[in-house]
Structure formats: structure tokens, C-alpha cells
């Protein structure tokens, strides 16, 4: 039979322990005020997946340390219950004969824990054998939160305080008024106790939040913790933080959609790299700059870091280090790898944020191209002996009037245009040599031009595309965001310029216009490059490229070429997510054919 009633006496839990933890300052949601209902089962076996069935549910609903009602009720399994299970738990055949079915007392334990937190100990039994039931009769499962007391024991007991984390153990252990028996009701009674001599032993590490519960682990210290309080004036909005020590010098910088909640995350346990911890340690402070939108955060923190260079951010602190192919203008160009773009008429294809990547892409260009590899500056009518690499068919050898400057400065133009407007030449004449390769059951060295051309590729469309960007001197975009209010960027010559979010009750032409007027001066940069870091420049693009944008105003033109790199890019990585999934064996085996010249 099911029963339900109030009970508020000290002896089913009181509050006495909870009240010593009232007086907290918490972020999210405490702990004191959320309810929970903490449930307990018997069954006629240890699996659901053998066929065991509920006999017994038992539950109390508690907020606060206040006990607010129990739930109890025999379930009819229509099974015999085994001898030992019986021997057990006391529950008879006898005794279910006449209990109402799992159909019954299921929906009634669900309406009696509704809008809780379910809690249980070794929740993943008693929460399987619950959900198992409630999909076999056609019932939606709640959205339930769950805590497991037995999962949680574990991160904080150790073996002076209990031997084990049996809930029988841990009964004694915090001196529970209920002595677990197997029975349903009984054992949820003496979880409850356990379940607050946790959150007092936890109150102490400085959790008080179920965020913070949640999350718990004994690895991030209580020092940690404490330092909470610097999340606790940053706003729910998006935009970037700065970690900074007692010398205000930032130590990291980050951004994220909702600033307190991220920044919330490295006292609550959700943080547990050691970097970071160490990180928090030293810090005094976190200043927050709330911005318009999550792209605009994203690019101040890319220049913050790069102003900055804080010591725990890994990435994007040297974005002035990147590297550069430069097809030199001259009566005889070459190619070189340079640091930084001249105002010297000569074409650059890059950046390259690493020299190996650049060297890579350099290599394929001179596999395809027979430019001269010399680094003198040779004069129009040069006479001087050839070497090997023209001995070889590698270079048109202009040195020793083997070639003419019509001849060799058409080659230069197939290579300026595989730079900047087609992939072509490159993608077939490395797909040859690989091909070559691999019959010869070279499949290393195949490896080898099978890297450089994965370079060249994503560095052509990386340069075309940005170089797109750059060409304009202003674009404006604008999407609908999920809260249905439209984000706006003006974007000069690659760089984000201005941002913002037209509010319900404006015009959307005039607020534009405004944005545009007040939007930042804007220099284009020198060539190819963008008046940004490259970076910052891609992350931009993402976003305009991104399902939902749409065009205002283009000041300029922005197009990329038809038979440009990114063409061939999407097939190479499709090729390349596909290799990677091979053996050893499978792949040498697939190189010949994975390769194929653009047709």
C-alpha cells in the first residue's frame, strides 16, 4: 500500500547540522534551498537486464535539512522473489501478493519527487531500475538532476573516517539515526543522513552550490575554492576576463558567453588542470569586459593576449612571429622565407604560424615549379655555370642562359597564380610523384609529398581567403542571434572595426549607421595582409561564413577563386579523415588511389 506523509521530527533528520551552514555566501544555487528526494529500491535481483524486478520503493523529500515527506510502497513484481533475496531484505511473496504493480506505484513516486533532485546511493542501480520501468510503460522520464551519495563518498571519505563507502558504513560513520536494513524506506532515511554529513563535510572545501557539487573533486584545493568571491561582481554576459596577481600583472585571459559562470568554474572544481590551479593560486583579481557579442570577445581576447603574452595563456601570445613565402620581384623572381611583408611590389603567400609548415609548402612549390633556388640577385643576362639542380630538370637554370626571361617569367606567372588563385599545377604534379612513389612501394617517401601538398593546400586557402577579406574596406553583416535580436560587426580591411546588438526598439538602418560612424579607423594592411593578426582575420571569417548572416554593405569586392585551394582542401581532408582511420597496411594500400590529379 502507498503512503505518504509529513514528517518533521529531529529523530527523521532534523536540521541541526544544515543551520551550521546558513550563513554562506554561495554562487548558483545553494544547496540549503534546492529539495531533494532521495530514493531507495528492492528488488528481486541485480540487474534489470537479468529481468529483476522492483519490490520496494521507499523516499524522502528533504529541503534545507528539513524533512518534507515520505514516500513508501510494496511493488507486486508478478515474479517469485528468490529465496536469498528474501533472506535479505525480509520482503515475501506473501507480502506483495496484495501491493499494487510497478504500473501503479511508478507515476505516484514520480508526481512525490517532481521538480527535485534525485538522489540515491549507487544511483545508477536504483535510477536504471526506475528509468528501465518508466520506458517500459510508456512514460516520459523527468529531467531529473541526480546526485549519487555513494559516488560522492568516495571523493571525500577517506579510510580514517570509514572503511568503505557501503551506505552501512557511512551510516556509522555520521552517526545516522537510522540503521540501514534493506528495507527501502529505512535506507533512504539513513541516505538523507548521509547525504548531510557530506554537504557539511563539503562545506567546509568550500562547496555550497549544486554547480559546485556537481563538479567536486579532491584534486582542486580549498584555497581554490575560497577565491570564489572574485567571480561574484562579473556579469551573466558575454565577454573576456583577466586573471591578474597582487602586482596586477594578467596572468590569463579568456572569454566565454557568460562570464561569471566560466569564471565561477575555476573555484568550483570543473577546473582541474594544474596549470590553472597553480594560476589561481597567484591571483588577486579578475577584471571583466563585457562585450556585445560572443565574436567580439573572442577577438579582444586575442589582442589581449597578444598585449599581454600572460604567462598561463599557451596560445596567441606571439602572433608577430609567423612566417611568410615571398615570390621576389626581380628580372629572375625566386622564392624565400621572410618574417614580415615589405611594401616592395613583391608577392607574399602566408602567414604560416610555424617555419616547418612553411618549408613544407615551400618544398611542393619547388617540386612543381623549376624557379631557381639560388639566393643571389642575378642580372638580366646572367653567365654563370648551372648547378645541380638544373643538371637535375629541377630548375630552368636562367644562370647559364639555358632559358629566356619570356620563357621563365611564364613559369613565374603559373606559380604566382597557383599562390593566389588555383591549386592546380601543385595538387597534379605531387599526386603524380606520390602515385610514382607508392608503385614503388615507396610509401614513406610518399608520405613525405603527401605532407607537403596537405601544407600547400591549407596555406593557398588560407592566404586566398583572407587575402578576400582583406581586399574590402569595409564590410557589414549582421545575424539573428538565438535570443532573437540581431548582432552586428563592421569589419575593415579584415579587422573588426565595431560590434553590437540593435535593441528591440530601434531602427535597424539608423542603429547600423550609427555603428558605422562610430566603428574604429581602420588602415589597410601591406599586400596580402590583413590590418589584423591573421587570427583574428579567420576568426572573423568563421563567423561570417556562418548559417544566418547576412550582408548589409560591401565596400569593395569579396570573392574568392573558383578554382582556388579550398576546392581541393575539402577533398584532401576528406581523404585525410579517412587514413587516419586505417592500419598501417590499409594505408600504404590506399595511397595510389587516395592521391588523384585534379581533373
Not at 47 to 76: C, D, H, P, W
Not at 96 to 115: D, K, Q, S, T, Y
Not at 171 to 188: E, M, V, W
Request: aromatic fraction near 6%.
Amino acid at each position: 500500500m502507498t503512503t505518504a506523509r509529513l514528517d518533521t521530527s529531529p529523530a527523521a533528520g532534523g536540521s541541526s547540522r544544515w543551520e551550521q551552514q546558513m550563513s554562506f555566501d554561495e554562487l548558483g544555487r545553494p544547496l540549503r534551498e534546492l529539495t531533494f528526494c532521495v530514493v531507495d529500491l528492492e528488488t528481486t535481483g541485480a540487474a534489470v537486464s537479468q529481468g529483476a524486478m522492483i519490490t520496494e520503493i521507499g523516499a524522502v523529500k528533504v529541503r534545507g535539512g528539513e524533512i518534507l515527506g515520505e514516500f513508501q510502497t510494496l511493488v507486486n513484481p508478478h515474479a517469485e522473489i528468490p529465496p536469498f533475496i528474501a533472506v535479505l531484505t525480509g520482503i515475501t511473496n506473501g507480502m506483495v501478493a496484495g501491493a499494487p504493480a510497478i504500473a501503479a506505484a511508478l507515476p505516484a513516486f514520480l508526481e512525490f519527487a517532481r521538480g527535485c533532485v534525485l538522489v540515491a546511493h549507487n544511483a545508477p542501480f536504483d535510477v536504471g531500475f526506475l528509468k528501465h520501468n518508466a520506458e517500459a510503460l510508456g512514460h516520459p522520464w523527468p529531467t531529473f538532476e541526480v546526485l549519487d551519495t555513494a559516488r560522492l563518498a568516495r571523493r571525500v571519505i577517506t579510510r580514517d573516517d570509514a572503511p568503505n563507502c557501503k551506505l552501512s558504513s557511512l551510516a556509522i560513520a555520521f552517526g545516522s539515526a537510522t540503521t540501514p536494513n534493506h528495507r527501502a524506506l529505512s535506507d533512504a532515511r539513513a541516505t538523507v543522513d548521509v547525504l548531510h554529513g557530506l554537504f557539511e563535510r563539503l562545506g567546509s572545501l568550500g562547496v555550497h552550490t549544486i554547480e559546485e557539487l556537481q563538479t567536486f573533486t579532491s584534486r582542486v584545493t580549498s584555497a581554490q575554492r575560497r577565491k570564489r568571491h572574485l567571480a561574484e561582481d562579473l556579469p551573466h554576459a558575454p565577454g573576456v576576463y583577466l586573471f591578474r596577481d597582487e602586482r596586477d600583472r594578467v596572468l590569463y585571459v579568456g572569454t566565454s558567453r557568460d562570464l561569471r559562470t566560466r569564471v565561477r568554474s575555476y573555484f568550483t572544481a570543473s577546473e582541474t588542470r594544474s596549470r590553472m590551479g597553480e594560476m589561481v593560486g597567484l591571483a588577486t583579481r579578475v577584471e571583466g569586459i563585457e562585450c556585445a557579442t560572443p565574436l567580439e570577445a573572442e577577438v579582444r581576447e586575442l589582442r589581449l593576449i597578444a598585449q599581454h603574452k600572460p604567462r598561463y595563456n599557451r596560445r596567441s601570445r606571439f602572433p608577430e612571429k609567423v612566417h611568410w613565402l615571398k615570390l621576389t620581384n626581380e628580372a629572375w623572381p625566386r622564392l624565400s622565407l621572410v618574417r614580415q611583408v615589405l611594401d616592395d611590389d613583391a608577392d607574399y603567400f602566408g602567414p604560416f604560424s610555424s617555419r616547418k609548415r612553411a618549408e613544407k609548402s615551400l618544398a611542393a612549390l619547388h617540386e612543381t615549379f623549376p624557379v631557381r633556388q639560388c639566393s643571389e640577385r642575378l642580372p638580366l643576362a646572367p653567365s654563370r655555370s648551372a648547378c645541380v639542380l638544373a643538371e637535375m630538370g629541377r630548375c630552368l637554370s636562367p644562370c647559364d642562359g639555358s632559358t629566356d626571361l619570356d620563357r621563365y617569367a611564364e613559369m613565374v606567372s603559373d606559380l604566382r597564380a597557383n599562390l593566389l588563385t588555383r591549386a592546380e599545377e601543385v595538387v597534379a604534379a605531387i599526386s603524380l610523384r606520390m602515385d610514382l612513389l607508392s608503385a614503388e612501394e615507396r610509401y614513406e617517401d610518399a608520405g613525405v609529398h603527401r605532407d607537403r601538398l596537405s601544407a600547400f593546400l591549407r596555406a593557398a586557402s588560407r592566404t586566398q581567403r583572407l587575402s578576400a577579406l582583406t581586399r574590402c574596406a569595409e564590410v557589414v553583416a549582421a545575424r539573428r542571434e538565438d535570443d532573437g535580436r540581431w548582432a552586428v560587426h563592421v569589419i575593415r580591411f579584415g579587422r573588426l572595426a565595431a560590434a553590437g546588438v540593435i535593441p528591440a526598439d530601434a531602427h535597424a538602418g539608423t542603429y547600423v549607421a550609427q555603428l558605422q560612424a562610430s566603428a574604429e579607423t581602420v588602415r589597410s594592411g601591406l599586400g596580402p595582409t590583413p590590418a589584423a593578426t591573421a587570427e583574428e582575420t579567420e576568426k572573423v571569417l568563421r563567423w561570417l561564413e556562418g548559417v544566418g548572416v547576412r550582408l548589409v554593405q560591401v565596400d569593395g569586392e569579396w570573392s574568392c577563386p573558383v578554382r582556388g585551394a579550398t576546392r581541393h582542401l575539402a577533398l584532401h581532408d576528406a581523404v585525410e579523415t579517412s587514413r587516419l582511420a586505417m592500419t598501417p597496411f590499409d594505408e600504404r594500400r590506399a595511397l595510389p588511389t587516395l592521391h588523384q590529379p585534379a581533373r
